[in-house]
């Protein structure tokens, strides 16, 4: 099969500070500059959102001039990712809050959609504190002194089915008050948030629930609540409506348990930001107050925007701009940065040398296991295959994926790779993974490797996956070890993404390019964006697993 061979212009973006061992960036070292998505302006404004990428839920605290920001993981692992800011909109990630769900016997394989919903993170007597609802199993706690270091093992706050959306509230007598929302597919209902008081340490119920807000038809999906003190009044600041078409609430009561009055502080309106979601509000040192919130960009996730926020006359939020004076704000695609004492310009990592082990933007798709791979000290990544079950039908079943989020609407992902084979049907390659998802791997065949691109449509209803072969390519090296032989291929492959779509494409030489089919639609999985990275599996296996290294993976502007 004859394809003509077309360049793929790759501006390689510098890769810094992207290891997991590594804290936040100080004043005067290297910081990391996305080349894709950079919100920070430079003239003293920035450009909504401030994460391009599927931080969903996102809440943040402040503490001094550092702000702390985490976000819903769900059932990718490590979990909780906690990022770094010193403005509100330049951000890096620090660490992870989680190292692994439980129970294992359950988190160790995909639970899609399931594991860590919505957290709250708080600082409260010298310490971080992060509660997250696990919908089946209950509220959930962690806490750490350095939110870049190690946090404690999860306890259980209180246990129970179908409770969502937690954020805790020390008054000022010392006395902990907790609010969560109610996920209706484990309950039976929604739209109602619930107010308990927890012991002063915020380890465990100490109060019966009590009903503060129904949303009732008006206020459908209620849901998110933050929790909040100001000027003698207990606030609630939550979402209703639903995710693509909703409001921000502003609930307010003189007792912690209501009854709240409410009024809409944020809408759409004559924005194209559809259903500006829930969030977190941030007073900063210098006495301005901001709100963090979400925006489903379905696809890429749900990603994150910074918008201004004051208080009129009658002690309401407005949040955005206010257009018509009514009270209710709308969201601002560009507005000037919050005042700070700090001009440094630092993005999340994206990209990946490997040479120090593997950054913190990656995850996998379950509780991580030691053989799904681990790094190299010659700084490759070495991934083993995956053996799949002998009913398998889709990679929605596969925990092995190494995955990291989508980072902005326009952009060029290149692994550089070597695959190593042992026997046919084992496989590796790069993955662009969804309910729908396509993957560009060499699987072995014989003393040669087929190209394919492997394909599943509905992978989430257990659709099979199906695999159309491009090309033959014979292998760049075999080895001669006679107990364990094995063919290698060197090899660079790519994802070029655009407009919610993506072209895989093929290289011998990081020069010239062949595209690989025609463009895919990416999709969404479940409550996440659709993810990229690296894939490696193998089927029937009878002798030692096969591999992937990967040298490198560079994320670059496209062209």
């Known amino acids: 099969m004859s394809k003509k061979l077309i360049p793929l212009a790759l501006i390689l973006a510098a890769v810094i500070g992207c290891k997991s061992g590594n804290s936040s960036v100080q004043e005067g070292e290297s910081a990391y500059v996305s080349e894709v998505w950079n919100p920070d302006n430079g003239d003293g404004t920035y450009t909504n959102p401030v994460l391009y990428a599927d931080y969903s839920d996102p809440d943040a605290c402040a503490v001094g001039d550092d702000y702390y920001l985490t976000a819903s993981s769900f059932n990718c692992i490590p979990g909780l990712p906690i990022l770094h800011s010193k403005d509100l909109v330049n951000w890096e990630i620090i660490g992870h809050a989680l190292k692994e769900l439980e129970p294992r016997e359950l988190f160790d394989k995909p639970q899609h959609g399931k594991g860590v919903w919505a957290p709250c993170i708080r600082h409260h007597n010298g310490e971080f504190y992060i509660y ?79 009903i503060a807000f129904d949303g009732g038809n008006d206020n459908h999906t209620t849901e998110g609540p933050k929790f909040y003190k100001y000027k003698d009044y207990y606030w609630i600041l939550c979402p209703a409506g639903g995710v693509k078409q909703g409001w921000q609430l502003a609930l307010r009561a003189k007792n912690p348990y209501g009854p709240y009055e409410y009024k809409t502080v944020m809408a759409q309106g004559n924005t194209n930001v559809n259903g500006p979601h829930q969030g977190g509000w941030i007073h900063t040192p210098q006495g301005e107050d901001w709100f963090l919130h979400f925006n489903d960009k379905y696809e890429y996730g749900r990603v994150v925007f910074l918008q201004p926020m004051r208080w009129n006359s009658d002690t309401w939020p407005v949040i955005g701009e206010d257009p018509d004076g009514d009270g209710c704000g709308q969201p601002l695609m560009s507005y000037t940065k919050p005042k700070c004492g700090s001009n440094k310009n630092v993005n999340p990592v994206e990209s990946d040398d490997f040479d120090s082990g593997y950054g913190l933007q990656w995850q996998w798709h379950a509780n991580y296991n030691q053989m799904f791979g681990q790094p190299m000290a010659n700084g490759v990544m070495r991934l083993y295959n995956n053996d799949l079950s002998e009913d398998f039908v889709n990679l929605w079943e596969a925990p092995n994926l190494f995955l990291q989020k989508i980072p902005a609407p326009k952009f060029t992902a290149t692994a550089k790779l070597r695959i190593a084979s042992k026997e046919d049907g084992q496989y590796g390659g790069i993955i662009m993974m969804g309910s729908d998802y396509r993957a560009l791997v060499a699987l072995r065949e014989g003393d040669s490797f087929r190209l394919q691109l492997l394909d599943c449509n509905g992978a989430d209803k257990g659709h099979p996956q199906t695999a159309t072969d491009i090309c033959t390519l014979e292998p760049t090296e075999a080895d001669v070890i006679e107990y364990s032989p094995a063919i290698y291929l060197d090899i660079y492959l790519a994802m070029k993404v655009k407009d919610g779509k993506c072209q895989f494409l093929y290289s011998s030489d990081d020069s010239e390019y062949l595209p690989a089919g025609e463009p895919f639609q990416m999709k969404a999985g479940r409550w996440i964006g659709a993810k990229m990275g690296l894939v490696s599996e193998c089927s029937g296996r009878k002798s030692n697993k096969g591999w992937v290294d990967a040298d490198w993976f560079k994320v670059s502007a496209s062209h």
């Open 132 to 210: 997250w609802g696990d919908p089946d199993f209950g509220i959930f706690m962690v806490k750490a002194s350095d939110p870049a270091g190690e946090w404690s093992k999860p306890i259980c706050v209180v246990p129970g089915k179908g409770m969502i959306d937690p954020s805790p509230l020390w008054d000022d007598d010392g006395r902990c008050y907790l609010v969560n929302g109610w996920a209706g597919s484990r309950a039976g209902f929604n739209s109602v948030l619930s107010v308990r008081e927890l012991s002063a340490d915020g380890t465990q119920e100490i109060g019966q629930p009590r």
